[in-house]
């Protein structure tokens, strides 16, 4: 059965650096989301990526964010300076055209020191 | 504003127990509703689903929710709890009308099973 994938599964990594997670949605999927899950609390919408161009943002998203489909597979989230409150779960997830269900990956799960 | 309850942040049950998750939504247009649950350490697996048509759906692992329009709610049951059942659930809504349809998700509710 399809699934959609996330590289890596964990991520340690220093206050100020910038970070790519990774994602491999499933492959006839035209429908591309992040959502992130702080410790302990609700899983939260980021973006929404359709058509090469994102669609929809949260206020979460702001000008450090920012993501990519560099290929015809990967979808990627950047953060470029990473903050200690950007430690969280970042899941990916995928829908196919004319569809209702998202997919969700494994997650990345993001340490800022 | 669109917003998910789960009013329920932990509840313990035994196994072969019936159980009941709560959810209710707010939301201005025709909702789709969604229950994902997640083990420790894992991604969010969808166990059920509703858009239209019959009120009462079921899904994977032998749960079943009723969605009730006059109570805008989307509760979650299964008839007897496995030990396997331990997780959290979480119940999302969104709307396909006029946007991609970014989930809304609720708080979540821990299951714990004893034996």
């Known amino acids: 059965e399809p699934e959609v994938t996330q590289t890596p599964s964990h991520q340690v990594t220093q206050m100020g650096q910038e970070v790519i997670l990774r994602c491999v949605p499933i492959s006839n999927h035209l429908y591309f989301y992040w959502y992130r899950q702080i410790l302990g609390q609700k899983v939260e919408f980021l973006v929404s990526f359709y058509n090469n161009e994102i669609s929809e943002k949260s206020e979460i998203f702001d000008d450090q964010f920012s993501v990519e489909r560099p290929d015809g597979s990967n979808f990627t989230l950047k953060i470029r300076s990473t903050k200690l409150e950007d430690s969280a779960m970042y899941f990916c997830a995928s829908r196919g055209d004319q569809a209702e269900t998202q997919y969700f990956g494994p997650g990345t799960r993001l340490l800022v020191l | 504003a669109q917003s998910v309850t789960q009013p329920d942040i932990h509840i313990t049950v035994s196994e072969g127990a019936s159980l009941e998750l709560r959810c209710n939504y707010s939301y201005g247009a025709t909702p789709y509703l969604f229950w994902y649950v997640q083990s420790p350490g894992q991604g969010l697996q969808l166990l059920l689903k509703?858009?239209?048509?019959?009120?009462l759906v079921q899904g994977i692992k032998g749960f079943e929710a009723e969605f009730k329009r006059s109570q805008s709610s989307f509760n979650l049951r299964k008839p007897s709890v496995h030990w396997s059942d331990a997780a959290e659930y979480f119940c999302a809504v969104t709307n396909y009308g006029g946007s991609q349809g970014n989930l809304i998700f609720g708080k979540g509710t821990k299951l714990s099973v004893k034996p």
């Open positions: 509703y858009f239209s048509g019959d009120t």
